[in-house]
């Protein structure tokens, strides 16, 4: 008989990506046995990233500040922008360090499984920055999937109305992302964004 305090962990721990129950229970009983050296600072952590983690208002990435502190380096390209599904391609763009641009995070993808539709996504503050601010050129940095796809044609239709004009590229095909970049090596990304190709309406 477990208790409530231990199910209910279990249960919570089984929701993190790629986790079911089985490694739920394993991870909570690991916990467990090393409070102090693993679960007392991981509920700091938690607690830190609670209270001090926002999104940023422009981009949609994750910092203490908003605007965050890419949006606000000074030093960056302000020509490119480019479009990427979470906040862990952003990640993985940044430790390759060959784009110099600015970043927008749509927040995932279109998914009619996961119920997952364009006002899910951050596509109107997108097609809003891109008024205000007059970028020349949008590289679309989606997954290879089914969902990243759909989402690539739904983007790019909504800027042929919106800014028939900008200049929209894709990324060379083959290449994951969405969430995948951080499984690539630095090469391989750097290459995906040389050869990429420009979408024409
Ligand atoms: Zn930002």
Redesign the pocket.
């Known amino acids: 008989m477990q208790s409530t305090q231990i199910l209910t962990l279990i249960r919570l721990l089984s929701k993190l990506p790629s986790l079911g129950p089985r490694s739920g229970r394993r991870i909570a009983l690991h916990l467990l046995k090393n409070r102090e050296t693993l679960l007392g600072p991981l509920k700091e952590a938690l607690i830190q990233a609670d209270l001090h983690l926002k999104t ?1 208002s ?2 949609f ?1 994750l910092d203490t500040q908003d ?2 502190g ?2 606000e380096d000074h030093r960056r390209d302000n020509t490119t922008l480019c479009i990427i599904e979470d906040v862990a391609d952003l990640w993985a763009l940044e430790r390759v360090g060959s784009y110099k641009g600015r970043y927008h995070i749509l927040g995932g993808a279109l998914s009619a499984l996961n119920g997952k539709g364009p006002e899910d996504l951050t596509i109107d503050p997108l097609i809003k920055r891109l008024e205000l601010f007059p970028f020349s050129e949008v590289i679309l940095a989606l997954s290879a999937t089914v969902e990243g796809q759909t989402t690539l044609h739904y983007i790019c239709e909504r800027l042929s109305m919106a800014h028939p004009t900008l200049k929209v590229t894709t990324i060379a095909h083959g290449v994951p992302l969405g969430g995948e970049l951080d499984f690539l090596d630095d090469g391989t990304i750097a290459t995906a964004f040389q050869g990429r190709s420009t979408v024409n309406w």
Do not use: E
Request: with cysteine; net charge neutral.
């Open positions: 940023c422009t981009c990435n605007p965050c890419l949006c």
